[in-house]
């Protein structure tokens, strides 16, 4: 029996999210409409709401009710910091830590040829603008450890090198609980080259 029209969209559109398949969707939806009450409701309410009231900060590319964003008008945080990162997930985690108290730039992805993305697409310029500010002391290269974002941030470097700034990665290496059996070669090799003094 096909599910009814409506429905059918719904799945369809929970399905483009990423980690949902078709399965997962129609489960997700089945679950919200035996729960219209307690979870469907205040959902379409909070999805009206970021839709009406988030907005991406012209500054930073942060996600907020406000533009500026409230990292950017927070005259706590460090100014001479700037740690790039891919993507807003990777601005949470680092938030999260409550470690870091500098400024941020998102990037909105990485350069990847294959996908057509160069450096006008993730707004590099008004990176390097940023850097150049008299303030900003170093820019901190926060990018995945992935093929791309190896690129992303080597390139970056590049485009830096003439500023009078310090540039930087974040460490990477074992884990925290990591067991060296159960590591890749790349990560294990990378953790050899990065060693600290004892």
């Given at each position: 029996m096909q599910e009814p029209h409506a429905l059918e969209q719904l799945i369809r559109s929970f399905s483009r999210l990423p980690g949902l398949g078709p399965r997962s969707a129609r489960r997700l939806v089945l679950e919200l409409i035996r729960k219209r009450e307690s979870v469907m409701h205040p959902l379409i309410r909070h999805l009206q709401q970021v839709a009406e009231y988030i907005v991406t900060c012209d500054i930073c590319g942060n996600l907020d009710a406000q533009a500026p964003c409230t990292i950017c008008c927070d005259t706590r945080r460090d100014p001479s910091l700037l740690c790039v990162v891919e993507d807003l997930g990777d601005l949470w985690a680092i938030e999260r830590s409550r470690l870091y108290t500098g400024r941020y730039h998102v990037l909105g992805g990485v350069l990847s040829a294959m996908d057509g993305i160069g450096p006008s697409?993730?707004?590099?310029?008004?990176?390097?603008?940023?850097?150049?500010?008299?303030?900003?002391?170093?820019?901190?290269?926060?990018?995945?450890?992935?093929?791309?974002g190896q690129t992303t941030a080597h390139y970056i470097a590049e485009r830096l090198a003439g500023l009078e700034l310090r540039i930087t990665r974040l460490a990477q290496g074992i884990p925290m609980g990591g067991e060296l059996d159960y590591l890749d070669d790349g990560t294990l090799g990378t953790a050899i080259r990065a060693r600290l003094p004892a």
């Open positions: 697409q993730l707004g590099i310029e008004r990176l390097a603008e940023r850097a150049g500010a008299p303030e900003v002391a170093e820019v901190i290269l926060a990018t995945n450890a992935t093929v791309d």
